[in-house]
T-cell receptor, first 113, second 115 residues
Framework: DSGVTQTPKHLITATGQRVTLRCSPRSGDLSVYWYQQSLDQGLQFLIQYYNGEERAKGNILERFSAQQFPDLHSELNLSSLELGDSALYFC????????????FGQGTRLTVV | GQQLNQSPQSMFIQEGEDVSMNCTSSSIFNTWLWYKQDPGEGPVLLIALYKAGELTSNGRLTAQFGITRKDSFLNISASIPSDVGIYFCAGRLNAGGTSYGKLTFGQGTILTVHP
């Protein structure tokens, strides 16, 4: 158990819908990262937050957004869902942005039908 | 964008054999990490490397940070059935700017161990 908690574990939704994925980082970690894992693209960095503020942005679509709350949990919002958004979404956390040893949650498997 | 080339893509070995996989990058990284992912689970950190030339072991696993800072390898000795999974290398670019903490992952090596 990495200490990073993601909910829900599975999500099935229709195209055009909006979903919210939630992540609670390890106790003491201030930095949260979101990654998308698909069969054809592998693990792709989406976005990073540190202590509530966005620190780095990767290949995140405009339809996607995220935030980190004062209690340090984070949410990833995916809207206007398309079939191609079906993937595993992982959250990871680390003590600080400089600390590279990120620990991953078990992921949320999103299926868009 | 930044890419990591990880090889081999898959390996089928007998229990007890040694395994070697590697990653190369077109750019310099200042940190290399190796993760293992089991089906339905998130990646689990195996080894972290922070200095060029560094050789680090974790039980039967040994990883090295290449001197050029553009490559890394992972060796698994005396493989056992529970070594089955997908192994990923990951690198972090030089610190600073908007790349802080961002990990770039290789495509993974699928390891199958036959008893």
């Amino acid at each position: 158990d990495s200490g990073v908690t993601q909910t829900p574990k599975h999500l099935i939704t229709a195209t055009g819908q909006r979903v919210t994925l939630r992540c609670s980082p390890r106790s003491g970690d201030l930095s949260v990262y979101w990654y998308q894992q698909s069969l054809d693209q592998g693990l792709q960095f989406l976005i990073q937050y540190y202590n509530g503020e966005e620190r780095a942005k990767g290949n995140i679509l405009e339809r996607f957004s995220a935030q980190q709350f004062p209690d340090l949990h984070s949410e990833l919002n995916l809207s206007s869902l398309e079939l191609g958004d079906s993937a595993l979404y992982f959250c990871a956390s680390s003590v600080s942005p400089e600390n590279t040893e990120a620990f991953f949650g078990q992921g949320t498997r999103l299926t868009v039908v | 964008g930044q890419q990591l080339n990880q090889s081999p893509q898959s390996m089928f070995i007998q229990e007890g054999e040694d395994v070697s996989m590697n990653c190369t990058s077109s750019s310099i990284f200042n940190t290399w990490l190796w993760y293992k992912q089991d089906p339905g689970e998130g990646p689990v950190l195996l080894i972290a490397l922070y200095k060029a030339g560094e050789l680090t072991s974790n039980g039967r696993l040994t990883a090295q940070f290449g001197i050029t800072r553009k490559d890394s390898f992972l060796n698994i000795s005396a493989s056992i059935p529970s070594d089955v999974g997908i192994y990923f290398c990951a690198g972090r670019l030089n610190a600073g700017g908007t790349s802080y903490g961002k990990l770039t992952f290789g495509q993974g090596t699928i390891l199958t161990v036959h008893p």
